[in-house]
């Protein structure tokens, strides 16, 4: 249990903070999620389309610090090479 006023303070942010990237973090998953659907179903351009968005909410994550910027980076490099595999 915190003590000082500080150490309470510091608490109550990380509190605030984790709710925050937890949020980010499943809006990503969500996005992922519709890109993958998509490859599942055979359906190249909603796919395509669904990478677009999903690209941009992760590198926003990355911006916000919740995930590292390879780590997204070759997420969306897999999902666009699993899209691409699509036509051949």
């Known amino acids: 249990m915190a003590n000082t006023s500080s150490a309470k303070k510091m608490v109550r942010k990380i509190a605030r903070r984790t709710a925050v990237n937890k949020a980010r973090r499943s809006r990503v998953r969500t996005y992922v999620k519709k ?4 490859i599942a179903a ?3 351009a909603v796919a395509r389309a669904a ?3 999903a690209e941009s909410e992760m590198m926003r994550a990355v911006r916000k610090g919740v995930f590292h910027k390879n780590t997204s980076s070759r997420k ?4 666009s090479a699993r899209i691409k595999a699509m036509a051949a």
């Open 35 to 38: 890109v993958e659907t998509a």
């Open 42 to 44: 055979g359906d190249q």
């Open 51 to 53: 990478l677009v968005t």
């Open 76 to 79: 969306v490099s897999r999902l």
